[in-house]
């Protein structure tokens, strides 16, 4: 009987590991963010045990080992996603089977799944994001791979240096092909199949609540929510009001909207004036509904898109990329001059039983103005008059928040103002909403076109006065006027200066972010978004009568086959074997003549004589023959290959 | 064929058989040594005593007319001795150099290996730069310059083998072995030796052999012979019996060793045969045999490489 002996390893892998590790780490790089810390740790474990076991000579750990690890592996994934399909889920059981697998590496084959593992990897990472470093970090992964591949299959005491010369040959010979499918591979308005993206991960900007009880963090992120383009003019900073939905319902606490109306309201009553505002708007995926408009929207080129009933944008799909379209605005509007009272009613309502002293305060205040506008003065003035402080850092409210708020904290940000003033408002018998949208937008020097972050989130109110319709009201800048006139960033940017006593590192900063923010914006324009719309536009110019996806694809598989041959054909020039020597040609005609083949290593003087004893040949003949060759190849006597092609002919 | 080059070849043709008169039965090695002189080599000669390794080399420099000397080495054999010394002159009051024997033509280093290595290195420096520093000045060596170097087989006792990278200034290694029945008979029979090298005549001058050495240089060489080269060349890196292979110096005396071969057998350009020739005696002392075919004689490696590449 056989003992069954742990294999040691024999140390063959010590030269190709290295470049298989690094390869499956960069593959990794992407992913490290989004997974749960143990399967980056557990990566680096198994790497670092496996290179040690190349190292030492040790044996690789026992099946039991490894089949224990796997199950756990796996668990962990079930446990931390509760499910095992989507990008989140499916890179980490990538992760964690690159990880074991690497425990069971003996050999070369092992190494081509590791490396397959590694590519993988670097695919599923464009699934979770596709920024401007996308596509040099995609070419990096791959080179890098490639020289693993190399390394590992190729001749061993090939140098470093030509296994990466060759694995960029490599990937560079992929470059054209890579272009025409890029360019031609159809492009389907709606996702070609659904990939389940992280949901885990939330949904970024605004939501459709609004608490102001607890603390935000939306306004801390500098992510981009949306780019604009303006065709002609800029708005100016306090009508940079982005709608996004529509807030109605409050329990005492929360405000919130409906769910996205997904039908177009009737006969909404709008009446637009002013000049209008024509813009590109580059919208970011938020995976959710609501489209933001510069307020207020009258014409927009994004189908499936619809106008609700508090004149917001909602699309049928949910923004899960990103997206372009023009849109046209007008500064000056009026809506819904008229309201019916059970409307008017609905726009009334709050919980009487909570926030008690919010309502006093509005009723006396009312009292006091008279009319409903001259109340909305008074109550924006006694905001403005009173010790109410704009922070981002608001203690907690507890039960009656907005009296907490009014009379007791008094520091907050838009949605405490938003969610008081449009209570106050209520309270007196005014009808009165929140609006959830951004404000504010930065205008990018280098790139022409204005950026809106996440951090320009707002909130604010409309107030519905009889005959002019809803009127927006801002109540933070009755407390913080820099936060509308300059914006969020630039608000915050004045923070820090005076915090660090100068403002050049920050401004520098911020320069630097603009131009790399430029940089993503073009590439998203024609890389990113190259959608159907603009690759039909591209087809048409390319010459392309009646773009479809049929013929695009024809057009594909043509230039592909086109482009494989031409590089296969450039190859094999490159590589094609030496061109037969004439005389090499007459020579081998001659010893098929003689009848015995030459030997390796005879020279043709050795041949002769060996031919000489053997053949039916004369053995001048055969001399004469092996002398003319001789001279015609290696004497580069051209005067040879005749004689060589006559004697040829007398042994005929 | 020019005038010239036909007197070139009647000279060698003379100088071979005036060769062959003396060193019986040794046709191929007599070949082979013209060649390394005409490639500009230096020689070594590798074989027991009394094999005519000495006369050999003394013909050789009878025949081609070269100032000869001849250097024995043995154990307290000093660099001096070898480059010679600066002796004070009493009458001049002066120090006055004394050339030492290596200021010949053609230096004959006898069993060179029985020497220690201060002493070879002193040979084998004025080999590489043809020229002798002695007491910090530097004197050139006359022109052509030759060493042909004997040597015992390392295997025999009391000896300093030469290092490996030191056979690299050899252009080629002969080995003369032992003559055959009927050599062996005239050499009893006949002549003494030494009396026939004395009777014999230059067919050529210092100053022929130079130009015979140019000439040798511009032998034709196909681009499919430059290929066997490199084909030979790497499989001598790739075989399994050998530790170290041909380095590129080794090919380049590879292709000059052939080239002087192909100018002394006449042929238009360098043959399959010239490259065949030189391939033992250029390559058997630069190779590295790996420890397991340790038993394998160069020679035999040097065979079995060339039995495994095909000639292009």
Partial sequence: ?652 | MSTEAVTQQATLDAAVQQLGNIVLGKQAQIELALACLLARGHLLIEDLPGLGKTILAQSLARVLDLSFSRIQFTSDLLPADIVGVSVFNKGSGEFEFQPGPVFAQLVLADEVNRATPKAQSALLEAMEEQQVSVDGKTRTLPEPFFVVATQNPADQIGTFPLPESQMDRFLMRLELGYPNAADEREIITGDDRRTMLTEMNAVTSPATLLELQRAARRVHMSDAIVDYIQALVRQTRESAEIEVGLSPRGAQALALAARALAFLRKHPGVFPDDVQAVFPPVAGHRLKPASAANRRKPNELCQHVLDSVAIP
């Fill in chain 1, 1 to 652: 009987m056989k003992l069954a002996k742990p294999r040691r390893s024999d140390g063959s892998l010590l030269s190709s590991l290295p470049w298989t590790l690094a390869a499956l780490a960069f593959a990794l790089l992407p992913h490290l963010r989004y997974l749960p810390f143990w399967i980056g740790a557990s990566f680096l474990a198994c790497a670092g045990w496996r290179m040690l076991i190349e190292r030492r000579r040790m044996a690789l750990p026992p099946t039991w080992l490894r089949a224990t690890l796997a199950l756990g592996g796996f668990l962990g994934v079930l446990g931390t996603y509760q499910m095992i399909s989507g990008v989140g889920p499916g890179s980490a059981l990538l992760a964690i089977m690159a990880s074991l697998k690497l425990l069971e590496t003996r050999q070369r084959r092992d190494q081509f799944v590791l490396l397959f593992i590694a590519i993988f990897l670097v695919m599923s990472a464009l699934l979770r994001e596709q920024y401007l470093w996308s596509l040099p970090y995609l070419v990096a992964a791959l080179v890098l791979t490639m020289t693993a591949w190399l390394r590992m299959s190729g001749d061993p005491g090939e140098s470093t240096r030509a296994s990466f010369a060759i694995g960029t040959r490599l990937v560079a010979y992929a470059v054209p092909l890579a272009a025409v499918m890029w360019v031609f591979f159809p492009r389907i308005s709606v996702p070609f199949w659904a990939v389940p993206i992280d949901t885990g991960s939330g949904t970024t900007g605004l939501s459709n609540h609004m608490s102001p009880g607890d603390i935000s963090s939306l306004s801390q992120s500098g992510a981009v929510a949306f780019r604009v383009r303006f065709e002609d003019r800029v708005p100016a900073p306090r009508e940079r009001y982005w709608r996004a939905m529509v807030l109605y319902n409050f329990d005492g606490r929360n405000w919130s909207g409906n769910e996205p109306l997904l039908s177009q309201a009737r006969n909404l009553q709008i009446d637009v004036g002013g000049e209008p505002l024509r813009y590109e708007m580059i919208l970011e995926p938020n995976r959710q509904h609501w489209v933001p408009a510069l307020e207020l929207v009258q014409g927009w080129e994004l189908s499936n898109t619809v106008m609700g009933r508090t004149f917001e944008l909602t699309r049928v799909y949910p923004i899960d990329q990103r997206i372009s379209f023009t849109m046209t605005s007008y500064p000056t509007y009026r809506i819904e001059p008229e309201l019916s009272m059970s409307v008017q009613g609905w726009y009334l309502r709050f919980p009487h039983e909570q926030n008690p002293q919010t309502s006093t305060l509005a009723l006396a205040m009312f009292r006091q103005a008279g009319s409903p506008e001259r109340y909305v003065d008074a109550v924006l003035s006694y905001f403005h008059e009173q010790d109410f402080y704009y922070s981002l850092q608001p203690p907690a409210l507890g039960s009656n928040p907005v009296d907490r708020f009014l009379f007791d904290t008094r520091k907050g940000f838009c949605e405490h103002f938003a969610s008081a003033f449009t209570l106050m408002m209520r309270a007196a018998g005014v009808p009165a909403r929140v609006v959830l949208g951004y404000q504010g937008g930065e205008v990018n020097p280098l790139g022409g076109y204005m950026i809106v972050r996440q951090s320009d989130a707002h909130a604010w109110s409309e107030v519905w006065f009889q005959g002019r319709g809803w009127i927006r009201v801002d109540p933070t800048a009755a407390v913080a006027p820099e936060r509308i006139e300059l914006g969020y960033t630039d608000s915050l940017l004045d923070g820090a200066a005076t915090a660090w006593g100068g403002g050049t590192p920050s401004e520098f900063l911020h320069r630097i972010r603009l131009s790399l923010d430029a940089m993503n914006a073009r590439w998203n324009d024609w890389v990113l978004g190259y959608g159907p719309d603009r690759q039909t536009s591209v087809m048409e110019m390319l010459g392309m009568v009646n773009p479809g996806w049929r013929k695009m694809m024809l057009t594909l598989v043509t230039l592909v086959v086109t482009l494989t041959l031409i590089v296969s054909a450039l190859l094999m020039w490159r590589y094609r074997p030496p061109r037969p020597d004439r005389a090499r040609i007459l020579y081998r005609r001659f010893t098929k003549r003689v009848g015995i083949e030459p030997a390796l290593g005879e020279t043709p003087r050795n041949y002769a004589n060996r031919a000489q004893q053997v053949s039916a040949l004369s053995a001048t003949a055969i001399h004469a023959t092996t002398d003319a060759y001789l001279a015609a190849r290696y004497g580069g006597d051209a005067a040879a290959m005749l004689r060589l092609e006559k004697s040829l002919k007398t042994l005929r």
